[in-house]
């Protein structure tokens, strides 16, 4: 399975491509941006939270390459 993502430049384009779609029998799923990015208030709080951690230098970041050498050892 794979999933392909269409940029829209306006409702046109995404009507002509849904009627051939449908014309065609796919089965797709339509899923609008705002919809696949929302978050609960529980995890804002949490990032937020870390945000002000990691200002306050409660947090340290590490490298990417330290991270994957960690992991490597597990």
């Known amino acids: 399975m794979r ?13 002509v491509l849904l009627a051939f779609l449908d014309s065609l029998k796919y089965d797709y ?12 208030d529980e995890e804002v709080k949490g990032l937020l939270q870390t945000k002000r951690d990691f200002m306050e230098g409660r947090v340290s970041a590490r ?12």
């Open 3 to 15: 999933t392909l993502i269409f940029n829209f430049h306006n409702e046109q384009e995404e009507k």
């Open 29 to 40: 799923q339509r899923v609008d941006e705002q919809e696949s990015f929302q978050l609960s």
């Open 63 to 74: 490298s990417w390459k330290d991270i994957k050498r960690d992991l490597r050892c597990v």
